[in-house]
Every structure is written in structure tokens, then in C-alpha cells.
């Protein structure tokens, strides 16, 4: 099955009222590929997302950077699905390293969290990634599959998630994994969702990658047969952004 490639860019806690809007002016003027062939995902802080939909090009979609895990009530400082689902936001980030590491987000928070957006219609951005540690000793799969095993244990229809996978070493760093690195875990993990999920969810699930994806390596990466797309952070801020959609067109010329 051909899997529609998918660029995520994550602005994480950036940005004021003026700056998201130059953002948003150079992402509409931009020339990119039809959405036939890439689906763009934007995602501003939550202050900044009625701002964003009602200015951003109809063919990029917005996301939100995490919602609450159960409905609406006494939870101060929390954002509902339900509440993203009244402003007309269609997607979420959820489990992302920052708010597993800064927060204390458990697998099975996460997990819970992934199956309630669900359950409402939102569709979720489920990141999973390994630590610098991690990865040297040798436990990169156990702890991505025990991620992603969290998330199945709570969702049974997966037409509605990507799977981010982000190597914790590498976000912000400037380190990236190698394209063969990137591709040997997303390979992995699909053998992974094919064994305990079904072939069919592990055929059709798109796995992207985030870590340090710019404008300059994002072409081999893209090349790679189980790389579906990126999870961009800081190059989603800039021009670049456009050139890592671009690089949509390598996965078609290959296919």
C-alpha cells in the first residue's frame, strides 16, 4: 500500500501573535506539492490556534501540541480534546519525549491519553524514541516497542495515527540519525506493529521521523522505504519547512 507522505512541523513553545503570523504567510505563499502527494500538518502552541486555522492555506491541516486525557472538568491549566474538537483543530501531538522526560508522561499515560483523543475523532501524532543511553546499551526496540505496545493495548482502529518516531539524542541537538539508522528502527517497528497489531494496520500505518530534520538531510532520509515523513521542530519555523515538504516528491519518484 502506498502511504501518503506526512510533514508534521512541531513550533513547539515559540512564537508571538506577529511572528506566527509571518510563519503562516510564508507557509501560504509557498509552492509545495499537491496534497495528493504530501499532507502538512502544522502545529502552534495552543494560544496561537485559532490564529493559525483561520489564516493557514486550506490544504495544510493544524494540529495541537497535547490535550487532556479524559473529558472536560477540574483540571487547571489542562486543554480538552473536546475543547480542540469546538475550535475545529482535526489533529494532536501526544507523547512526545519533552513531556515524557519534563512531565513524567508514563507510557500508559500516554496510551490513555492516545485512545481518548481517538474515541472523540481527533487524529494523534504518537511520538516514540529512545534516549542517548538507551540506544547505547542496546535497547533502542525494547523501549519503542513497549512505547507503541502502551498505545496498542488501548486503540484497536488505527486509521487515525502516525507513529513519530524521534530519537530522543537527536531533537534539538543538531545530531541526527543516519538515514540507514533511521530506517533499520522505522523497519523494526513495522515488523513490530505487523507481528502484534496486524499486517494490514503495519502496511497502512505511516511511521516519520523527527530529530533534527532540516532542509539539508531531509532528502536521503525521505528516500528510505519505511521513512513515511517528518516530525519537524525547529526548521518548521523557517523557510526550510518548505524544502523538507518538498522533499514529498523523492518518495513519489520512487514508488
Not at 119 to 130: H, M, N, T
Request: neutral net charge.
Amino acid at each position: 500500500m502506498a502511504r501518503k507522505f506526512f510533514v508534521g512541523g512541531n513550533w513547539k513553545c515559540n512564537g508571538t501573535t506577529e511572528e506566527v503570523k509571518k510563519i503562516v504567510t510564508m507557509l501560504n505563499d509557498a509552492e509545495v506539492p499537491s496534497e495528493d502527494v504530501v499532507e502538512v500538518v502544522v502545529s502552534p502552541p495552543f494560544v496561537f490556534l485559532p490564529v493559525v486555522k483561520s489564516l493557514l492555506r486550506p490544504d495544510f491541516q493544524v494540529a495541537a501540541q497535547n490535550c487532556w486525557v479524559r473529558k472536560v472538568g477540574a483540571f487547571t491549566g489542562e486543554i480538552s480534546a473536546e475543547m480542540l474538537l469546538n475550535l475545529g483543530i482535526p489533529w494532536v501531538i501526544l507523547g512526545h519525549s519533552e513531556r515524557r522526560s519534563l512531565l513524567n508522561e508514563s507510557n500508559e499515560f500516554v496510551g490513555d491519553k492516545v485512545a481518548y483523543a481517538l474515541s472523540l475523532g481527533l487524529k494523534v501524532i504518537a511520538c516514540i524514541g529512545e534516549t542517548l543511553q538507551q540506544r547505547e546499551s542496546g535497547s533502542t526496540m525494547a523501549v519503542v516497542a513497549a512505547q507503541t505496545k502502551a498505545i496498542a493495548d488501548k486503540v484497536t482502529n488505527w486509521a487515525n495515527v502516525v507513529l513519530a518516531y524521534e530519537p530522543v539524542w537527536a531533537i534539538g541537538t543538531g545530531k541526527v540519525a543516519t538515514p540507514a539508522q533511521a530506517q533499520d528502527v522505522h523497519r523494526q517497528l513495522r515488523k513490530w506493529v505487523h507481528d502484534n497489531v496486524g499486517a494490514e494496520v503495519a502496511d497502512s500505518t505511516r511511521i516519520i521521523y523527527g530529530g533534527s530534520v532540516n532542509g539539508s538531510n531531509c532528502k536521503e532520509l525521505a528516500e528510505q522505504p519505511d521513512v513515511d515523513g517528518f516530525l519537524v521542530g525547529g526548521a518548521s519555523l523557517k523557510p526550510e519547512f518548505i524544502d523538507i515538504i518538498k522533499s514529498a516528491t523523492v518518495k513519489k519518484i520512487n514508488c
